[in-house]
């Protein structure tokens, strides 16, 4: 029969190797932990600044975002914490329609990744470049049908890009046209279940429809001088709810180290190389490396399918190519915080060319 003590030395023992480990056996502590837990997606037209945003949510460079659309191919989870609150992003490709995605030859989860992302989010973001004529003053209708079809969760716009909108008096104008000037009180708590409708009925709804009015809250930010993005994480920390973290202190993302190498050097060819040319490249990983010291080794190859392109790739004395691995190396600086090389090797020719 156990003593009291003993069974208290034990009990003792218990919480504290319950306390240690729980992030690593990735059960919570739930019960006597104040953790709460967000997931956010993050949605909207190709080249809004999606990307961007998550990575300044972050702070840490943990998607790919390039000048050019359809940087960003599958959903990305990127993960903060502050205090005793675990945020967890989902980062989507641009949203197309069917026809797009034919006439691009993009990949089904141009489709089906944002439409997942919604189901598992608590909170949706829509992305909105203010800066892009064509587009600025309507909701695309597909951002329009997934809002729709999930109006029993909370969602916020977030007009992007600020810093590039010469006539600021237009936000208003363009708040008023994208929330057909109606913006909800946020909901601390759960939305009560609305009934769903079918796809064609919210299709026929959205179809004439430029704005939301369900959104709870609208935000105007830039993500490249981080203006305004205080109050977008202020907001998302108030609704995260109690619940234990999903995944474990310290970890930013849930891509390996090579996915994320491999989309850094694709991002940077889409930044460098001109019009539909990068978009046939798939950089390939030739060696990884992760020493003790935490340093990372990687080589990657580029294959070129002719050699027009090779040349291309390499530029005048092989100075694009540089330029590109250059930059490409800084940025998985920043995404791991470690010491990186990084060596870019252009295939597809008999000779290859290092770099
Ligand atoms: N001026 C300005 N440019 C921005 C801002 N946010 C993003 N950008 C730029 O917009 C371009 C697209 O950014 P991304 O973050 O890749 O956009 P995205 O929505 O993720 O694009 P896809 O993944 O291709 O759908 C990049 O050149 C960014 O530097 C901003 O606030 N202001
Ligand atoms: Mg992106």
């Known amino acids: 029969m156990y003593s009291v003590k003993f069974r208290y030395v034990h009990f003792q023992r218990q919480l504290v190797y319950s306390l240690a480990f729980r992030h690593v056996s990735g059960n919570s502590f739930y019960e006597n932990s104040n953790e709460k837990i967000l997931k956010v997606a993050i949605i909207g037209p190709p080249n809004a600044g999606k990307s961007t945003l998550v990575n300044a949510l972050v702070g840490r460079r943990v998607c790919s975002a390039s000048k050019k659309v359809h940087t960003t191919r599958h959903n990305i989870k990127a993960i903060t914490v502050d205090g005793s609150t675990q945020l967890v992003f989902l980062d989507t490709p641009g949203i197309v329609t069917g026809h797009e995605m034919q006439r691009h030859r993009l990949e089904r989860a141009f489709i089906s990744n944002p439409e997942e992302a919604m189901l598992e989010a608590d909170v949706i973001g829509v992305v909105h470049d203010v800066s892009n004529k064509w587009t600025a003053k309507h909701l695309d209708h597909r951002t329009l049908r997934l809002l ?208």
């Open 148 to 355: 729709e079809l999930h109006s029993d969760k909370n969602s916020i716009l977030i007009l992007n890009k600020i810093d590039a909108l010469h006539k600021k008096y237009k936000l208003l104008e363009l708040i008023n046209i994208l929330t057909n000037k109606s913006v909800k009180s946020s909901c601390p708590v759960e939305k009560p279940k609305v009934t769903k409708l079918s796809e064609i009925s919210v299709m026929k709804m959205v179809k004439d429809q430029h704005g939301w009015s369900e959104f709870n809250e609208v935000f105007m930010v830039s993500s490249l001088t981080g203006s305004g993005l205080g109050d977008v994480k202020e907001y998302l920390l108030q609704q995260a709810k109690l619940g234990p973290w999903i995944y474990k202190p310290g970890q930013f993302t849930d891509e390996s180290p090579e996915d994320l190498i491999l989309q850094t050097v694709h991002s940077r060819l889409l930044e460098y190389l001109p019009q539909e040319i990068p978009y046939i490249l798939e950089p390939e990983m030739e060696f990884f490396k992760i020493h003790p010291d935490g340093r990372i080794v990687s080589v990657v190859l580029v294959n070129c399918p002719s050699p027009h392109l090779e040349k291309l790739v390499m530029g005048p004395k092989g100075k694009r190519i540089k330029l590109i691995a250059q930059e490409a190396e800084q940025d998985i600086r920043n995404t791991f915080h470690e010491n990186v090389y990084l060596k870019l090797v252009v295939t597809g020719h008999p000779n290859k060319n290092v770099r």
